[in-house]
């Protein structure tokens, strides 16, 4: 249930994967720049803790439980959405996961379960909501990562899923070149969340730990800040660390020398699942 404050309306923003991180931040941003939120998510307290909140900036926000790998889900989304606020201005497709470990060694369960959240979601969420947001003019915005401009090692479904995702939005930005239809991409470099934590492992179990230092990494209102600006001015993309344009420049130059760099600096990663750190066991032996 929400109560809508007042009969002006504001321009209304969806935010999948808002009960937590860069979703959550993005959140309390575009509210904060006089947005009406939608908050979508699995976690219906979170959502719903977050929205009550939010509401007390003098927005409208509202929670929508959401499993974005269920298309009827995210039908949903864009529903009530609809009902309880009439227009869709901005779409984030932030919703994601990630995973950890080489391909020889991964159940391809854990592939499929990227791919549905990080690339189906993101596809459900905007076919639905496409036709309300060319009415308004608006954007659509995909949360991707320097892995959808370059591969990464031990990180194949989730490189995978990002470039899918940076393919789909490409595409979707040139069908509708005639119609002032705005698609970022947005690159956030590593991002202080629990992402890294709930990463699946090669059996589709959380790593529970995080194998890089959380300390030194951008906060998530940092990156929420850095989306809301490349909204407000239609950025076709945003990269957010030096290191990540150097990626995305380089690898277009110097495609073999940016696969070393990469390889080396992923191989130090405590566990890593290839180069020195890889755990014995899983060297292969001629035995
Ligand atoms: P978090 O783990 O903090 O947040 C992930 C969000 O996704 C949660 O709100 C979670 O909510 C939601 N989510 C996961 N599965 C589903 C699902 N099936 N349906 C709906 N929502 C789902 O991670 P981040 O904030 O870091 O990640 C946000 C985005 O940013 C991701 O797309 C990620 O790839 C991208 N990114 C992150 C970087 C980083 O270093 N953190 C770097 C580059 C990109 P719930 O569990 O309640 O469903």
């Known amino acids: 249930m929400i109560f809508i404050m007042e009969m002006t309306p504001h321009r209304v923003a969806i935010i999948t994967g808002a009960s937590s991180g860069i979703g959550k931040a993005c959140a309390w941003q575009l509210a904060r720049g006089g947005y009406d939120v939608v908050l979508a998510a699995r976690n219906e307290s979170a959502i ?6 939010i509401s007390t900036l003098g927005v409208n926000a ?55 959240v990080n690339f ?36 194949t479904g989730y490189a995978a899923s990002k470039f899918a995702m940076e393919g789909f939005l490409e595409s979707l930005r040139i069908e509708h070149l005639e119609e002032d239809l705005h698609v970022l991409v947005a690159c956030p470099g590593f991002t202080a969340t629990k992402i890294r934590f709930a990463a699946l492992d090669a059996q589709g179990k959380p790593q ?30 945003l990269i957010l660390t030096s290191e990540g344009y150097g990626v995305a420049w380089l690898s277009k130059f110097f495609p073999g020398f940016v696969d070393r760099a990469i390889y080396r600096t992923m191989a130090k990663e405590p566990d890593a699942p290839f180069g020195e750190s890889m755990p014995k066991e899983k060297i292969p032996t001629s035995d």
């Open 208 to 237: 529970g730990e995080s194998p890089r230092e959380e300390h030194k990494m951008m906060t998530p209102e940092a990156v929420a800040k850095a989306v809301f600006w490349a909204i407000q001015h239609r950025r076709r993309d």
């Open 48 to 53: 719903q803790n977050i929205a009550d909140k």
């Open 120 to 155: 189906w979601g993101t596809v459900y969420c905007t076919k639905y909501a496409l036709p309300h947001i060319l009415s308004a003019h608006g954007s659509i915005v995909g949360m991707s990562s320097i892995s959808g401009k370059h591969g990464l090692p031990g990180r």
């Open 62 to 116: 509202l929670a929508v439980p959401t499993d974005v790998t269920d298309p009827q889900d995210c039908r949903n989304l864009i529903e009530e959405t609809l009902q309880v606020f009439h227009r869709i201005d901005v779409l984030i497709n932030n919703a994601g996961i990630s995973m950890r470990a080489r391909l020889i060694d991964l159940d391809l369960e854990v592939l499929h379960r990227v791919m549905d």
